[in-house]
């Protein structure tokens, strides 16, 4: 509770700063004090108009550092669209780079300390639940040339179908398309595209390894 009146000033400037005013009166978007905030490109918010439908910087995980810094960054003429409820736990780094595009599906959450690096675009569906630790991110941030000086390595979409639950310390590398109703698990490295709809994925580089119904986080 003492965080959140703490945290009742940044939430006031910052629904009123990066929202319109009949969505910003609502609050929609709660973050912690000191999650730290650079905004130069867009919000769009498109989830319900309710108190608090995104948490920012609140949650708590086991096994991660309380004192990491929650950061979101979106540079020029980069948008976050968030297209219903969401929590991003504490520690957790979502920086949205010039002209990219990043997309929040309903029910999205990370327990924590993860990092989303959007250089051209990654979309996340409904019911997505990141464990700690996790990396995702569409570009290799550096060049890589060809004999000719051509670049060989541009960034590539990301795509995360519908309920997709990831272990912990997992990296998604770009171009990755998952399907819906996947687990992904821990320490997986998601770097070719080898993935069927319901199913455990594993491995390094990972692939779909066993057929299941469906899965519950409680």
């Known amino acids: 509770m003492l965080r959140i009146l703490l945290s009742l000033p940044k939430v006031i400037w910052?629904?009123?700063r990066y929202l319109p005013f009949k969505i910003a009166v609502k609050l929609p978007i709660f973050l912690t004090y000191n999650t730290q905030?650079?905004?130069k490109g867009t919000i769009n918010y498109l989830g319900p108009l309710k108190m608090a439908s995104?948490?920012?910087g609140f949650h708590r995980a086991d096994g991660c550092n309380l004192s990491d810094e929650t950061q979101l960054v979106i540079r020029k003429h980069g948008t976050l669209s968030i297209n219903g409820t969401a929590h991003i736990g504490n520690g957790s780094k979502i920086i949205v780079d010039k002209k990219a595009n990043l997309?929040?599906?309903d029910n999205f959450a990370i327990s924590a300390s993860s990092k989303i690096l959007c250089y051209k675009q990654i979309s996340f569906g409904n019911d997505i639940q990141l464990s700690w630790g996790n990396v995702i991110m569409d570009s290799d941030t550096h060049s890589i040339h060809d004999k000719e000086g051509n670049v060989i390595n541009f960034?590539?979409?990301i795509v995360l179908d519908n309920k997709i639950w990831t272990g912990c310390n997992v990296l998604i590398l770009k171009g990755i398309h998952i399907p819906s109703n996947c687990v992904i698990g821990a320490n997986s490295i998601l770097s070719i595209n080898s993935f069927n709809p319901?199913?455990?994925i594993a491995g390094c580089p990972a692939k779909s390894i066993k057929e299941i119904g469906g899965f519950i986080i409680d």
């Open 155 to 157: 960034p590539k979409s």
């Open 14 to 16: 910052f629904n009123f």
């Open 198 to 200: 319901n199913s455990i």
């Open 103 to 105: 997309s929040l599906g």
């Open 54 to 56: 995104v948490r920012i």
């Open 37 to 39: 905030v650079n905004i």
